[in-house]
T-cell receptor, first 117, second 117 residues
Framework: GAVVSQHPSRVICKSGTSVKIECRSLDFQATTMFWYRQFPKQSLMLMATSNEGSKATYEQGVEKDKFLINHASLTLSTLTVTSAHPEDSSFYIC?????????????FGNGTRLTVT | QKEVEQDPGPLSVPEGAIVSLNCTYSNSAFQYFMWYRQYSRKGPELLMYTYSSGNKEDGRFTAQVDKSSKYISLFIRDSQPSDSATYLCAMSARIGLTTDSWGKLQFGAGTQVVVTP
């Protein structure tokens, strides 16, 4: 089946530093990828939609200057958490539609556990 | 009121029993329904998806959709300890007339399932 690879799986950083998370579609091209955030025992919250070759679309309440998204190719999207603070500690998960169509099922990466100290 | 309601559990069942999970929703425009399984510290894994009312079976899994009641279910037969995970329902609506007019996925909070040996 479709594979979405996310790296790193876990990162610890100091407050004020920036962290970059990569999301790759390994066996298909993804013009659109999605970034989610998940708090313990809570559901996934969509942060932004990453569009290849254009600006990302952010959900209401998500700071676009803090969560920088770049989708430079059909197989790679990156999320950079800038000037991270402890409240940014969370589980970040990317996803992509394997079929390239809006109604194709979403496949998820294995997530990145970010801890900001 | 949340658009998608899902009991967080935990739901504990003995090995071999049938696991019954469900979600209710309020938006009658939802037409596309999915179930994901999420192991601890991992990304969600797509189990099943369907567009229509009725039953869909895949191995030990059966997904049921009742649009008139705005209610979806997932049944796991002959449950195994390896089925212990959090199960999330997700759904989306078509927001336009063209094939690329699907809205974003709305997730339930997830139900934690524990299958005891």
């Amino acid at each position: 089946g479709a594979v979405v690879s996310q790296h790193p799986s876990r990162v610890i950083c100091k407050s004020g530093t920036s962290v970059k998370i990569e999301c790759r579609s390994l066996d298909f091209q993804a013009t659109t990828m999605f970034w989610y955030r998940q708090f313990p025992k809570q559901s996934l919250m969509l942060m932004a939609t990453s569009n290849e070759g254009s600006k990302a679309t952010y959900e209401q309440g998500v700071e676009k200057d803090k969560f920088l998204i770049n989708h430079a190719s059909l197989t790679l999207s990156t999320l950079t958490v800038t000037s991270a603070h402890p409240e940014d500690s969370s589980f970040y998960i990317c996803s992509a539609r394997s079929g390239g169509k809006p109604n194709s099922p979403l496949h998820f990466g294995n997530g990145t556990r970010l801890t900001v100290t | 009121q949340k658009e998608v309601e899902q009991d967080p559990g935990p739901l504990s069942v003995p090995e071999g029993a049938i696991v019954s999970l469900n979600c209710t929703y309020s938006n009658s425009a939802f037409q596309y329904f999915m179930w994901y399984r999420q192991y601890s510290r991992k990304g969600p894994e797509l189990l099943m998806y369907t567009y229509s009312s009725g039953n869909k079976e895949d191995g030990r899994f059966t997904a049921q959709v009742d649009k008139s009641s705005k209610y979806i279910s997932l049944f796991i037969r002959d449950s195994q300890p390896s089925d212990s995970a959090t199960y999330l329902c997700a759904m989306s609506a078509r927001i336009g007339l063209t094939t690329d007019s699907w809205g974003k996925l709305q997730f339930g909070a997830g139900t934690q399932v524990v299958v005891t040996p």
